[in-house]
């Protein structure tokens, strides 16, 4: 069913893995043309723009964008209890792991009468986007406003799309999620206008102000990552997340059956999510192939698994060696990686690319996705190279503080001059020796 890309010969430099290993194609461009008109009328007519989209792409038009929070209340009374202690416990470990994320300001004398001190701000009013589309994500709600708490934001507004079937509400799961993590403003709005509505705030149908955030996170279709491309700058983002993905470097040694569960387990996502093996086996790649044989026809979404499983961004890379191995997943930068490999540990610790790395045959990729403490908002499409996953970071500002004494600045002054006079700003040098009129 995976498609074999066979490096054993020689393995190609980084620069040609990136071209040379499954990758989905997501081109936000393309669709550019299409979001922008949206944006732009929910820029200009706020909440009845957002709404008539709504209708249009949702096939329903709630009364209100803000959700009454009696819905949130109703909502959490009747989630089962079962979901409901998941979710308890799926918060408890987010917050142990997010809270020891927290910076704490840090001085730095530089010189006698000379400091800088970085001191940490969070960002004050956040919008948290849970999707509704083939999946809807309680989990997704938890992973962006846990560090956001733990960051200090003061504000926090969750987005999902209305559901007919909810009667023009979000999913009750959403709406359950919001209540149990204490979040009391959630909007019933999604894609486009979502983001655009984020961006510029409005007025709801009652007349109650719904106020612009300062950023905007979480995943969602290629139509809300073109909005979040087309207001950053105006407002933060997160990220602009393709197809979600996985990565497993596996030896001999590896249970083909859990591979199989989890190449599946990432496929169920999306048509376009990416299932990628490494191995050194080719034992163990022919057995993975006959476990997906057998499995994806029972599963529940076998249809779109199988669709996932077949395109081009899935496929099985042969290598000669784990170290090889170890070369492929660092160029391929995976959302998500597993290492199911002798010494799994030590091979994890040599990786330098990849979202989040899940170690050994008992941590798999969907114990990150809902209990394992950490975060499973992530870098996909190669991202991974340069960038990190959600965490309190994101939602925190650094701000230097500069304090200098006259005796300390007087220390530097030539140096400053200087470089100033170097680079050709005469007017840079005269702030300074402004101060020292009897001169320097």
Same mark, same amino acid.
């Given at each position: ?15 040609? &893995? ?69 979710? /308890? ?79 023009? &509400? ?30 510029? *705030? ?5 007349? $109650? ?23 950053? *700058? ?52 022919? $057995?993975?192939?006959?476990? &997906? ?7 529940? =979404? ?22 090889? /191995? ?54 996909? /499409? ?6 990190? *996953? ?9 701000? =230097? ?40």
């Amino acid at each position: 069913m995976l498609t074999r890309t066979d490096l054993r010969s020689a393995l190609p430099s980084p620069a040609e &893995l990136r071209t040379t290993l499954p990758r989905a194609e997501v081109d936000v461009d393309a669709v550019l043309h299409q979001v922008r008109p949206i944006v732009d009328d929910v820029r200009a007519r706020g909440v009845e723009a957002a709404l008539e989209y709504t209708e249009k792409f949702d096939q329903v038009r709630p009364d209100s964008v803000r959700v009454p929070v009696a819905h949130l209340e109703r909502a959490l009374a009747e989630l089962a209890e079962p979901v409901r202690a998941a979710l /308890g416990e799926a918060i408890a470990r987010a917050r142990v792991v997010h809270n020891e994320q927290r910076r704490v300001e840090t001085t730095t004398r530089v010189a006698a009468g000379g400091t800088v001190t970085e001191r940490w701000a969070p960002v004050q009013r956040v919008g948290l986007y849970a999707p509704g589309g083939l999946a809807v994500y309680p989990s997704t709600v938890v992973m962006n406003v846990v560090p956001a708490q733990a960051a200090g934001v003061e504000s926090l507004v969750v987005c999902s799309p209305p559901q007919a079937e909810f009667g023009g &509400l979000p999913h009750p799961g959403i709406l359950a999620t919001a209540a149990l993590l204490g979040v009391d403003e959630v909007w019933a709005v999604g894609g486009a206008q979502a983001v655009a509505l984020l961006t510029y *705030g409005g007025v709801d149908t009652d007349g $109650a102000e719904l106020a612009p955030v300062d950023m905007v996170t979480g995943p969602g279709n290629i139509y809300l990552t073109a909005a979040k491309r087309l207001v950053r *700058g105006l407002v933060g983002i997160d990220a602009e997340a393709g197809p979600t993905e996985i990565a497993i470097l596996a030896d001999a040694g590896a249970d083909p059956a859990h591979v199989a569960a989890d190449l599946i387990s990432q496929a169920e996502h999306d048509p376009l999510a990416a299932s990628v093996l490494v191995t050194d086996s080719v034992e163990l790649a022919d $057995a993975v192939d006959a476990e &997906l044989a057998r499995r994806v026809p029972l599963t529940k =979404h076998s249809e779109r698994v199988g669709t996932a499983l077949r395109g081009k961004q899935s496929g099985t890379i042969l290598v000669s060696s784990v170290d090889d /191995g170890i070369r492929v997943v660092d160029a391929y930068a995976a959302e998500h990686l597993e290492i199911q490999t002798a010494d799994a540990r030590a091979v994890a610790d040599r990786v330098r690319s990849a979202g989040a790395i899940f170690v050994g045959p008992y941590a798999p990729v969907s114990l990150g996705d809902y209990c394992a403490g950490s975060n499973h908002v992530l870098p996909t /499409g190669g991202c991974a190279r340069h960038s990190s *996953g959600l965490s309190v970071q994101t939602f925190l500002r650094h701000i =230097h503080v500069v304090d200098y004494s006259e005796a300390a600045l007087r220390e530097v002054a030539g140096h400053v001059v200087a470089l100033a006079t170097a680079e050709g700003l005469p007017a840079h040098a005269e702030a300074v020796t402004a101060r020292f009129p009897e001169g320097l």
